[in-house]
């Protein structure tokens, strides 16, 4: 997926990612994340945000991998190059979680499984590139939408599922949408009182009687 050393020119980027503190672990976590992310949803699938950082696997590699590089950082004082060629096999191995799938994946199918083509794996940079345009979109309202769409349709609330997708990428729809339920709903409660008050009027006619 990519080596200790790409990582680390990428996370590196940041200029308030210093290696060994905690925003450069927290830079690393995102861009793993954003790689495995587009790793999956090439297949279809979502790769849920929370399960991934809380992965223990996911967890120990990262804190392991800021530790060590500040601890090199601080060795070759901020000298990169030479640092990258005393420890060129260390920085040379690659960290790839794909294998924890079971652990941390959930299937919740974001579109229809592409059908199987012959292509050649994306060259590094273009997955780096697509990684940090996942990580600029994708935002924590899109998540819930889209887990809500999902529990929708497992409850067999289809109904539900539709309406929430047809109406969050289209703000003019939603608000008729919400016009139309405050009629309706002032509509419903207008006839049970008038259903009730005549049956109350009945009700004394024949009291009266």
């Known amino acids: 997926m990519i080596t200790r050393g790409e990582l680390f020119e990428e996370v590196k980027k940041n200029p308030k990612a210093y290696p060994g503190k905690t925003q450069f672990g927290l830079e690393a976590l995102k861009i793993l994340y954003a790689l495995h992310h587009s790793y999956f ?88 590139k697509e990684a940090k345009r996942i990580r600029e979109n994708v935002s924590s309202d899109e998540v819930l939408i889209l887990a809500t769409t999902q529990a929708f349709r497992k409850g067999k609330k289809s109904a539900s599922a539709f309406v929430l997708q047809a109406i969050k990428d289209d703000e003019d729809l939603a608000v008729q949408m919400r016009h139309y339920i405050k009629d309706y709903k002032e509509m419903e409660e207008k006839a049970f009182w008038q259903r009730n008050t005549r049956s109350d009027l009945k009700k004394e006619e024949e009291d009266s009687e």
């Not at 696997?57 to 060590?68: D, R």
């Not at 799938?101 to 292509?119: D, G, L, S």
């Open 41 to 128: 949803e090439s297949q279809g699938l979502f790769l849920n945000e929370d399960n991934f950082n809380a992965n223990q696997v996911v967890i120990k590699t990262v804190k392991s991998f800021n530790k060590s590089c500040g601890e090199r950082w601080k060795e070759f004082k901020c000298t990169k190059k030479a640092m990258f060629k005393k420890y060129e096999d260390w920085f040379n191995v690659t960290l790839d979680f794909t294998d924890e799938k079971e652990n941390f994946f959930q299937p919740i199918m974001v579109q229809e499984p592409p059908k199987p083509v012959a292509c050649q794996p994306k060259p590094l940079s273009a997955k780096l």
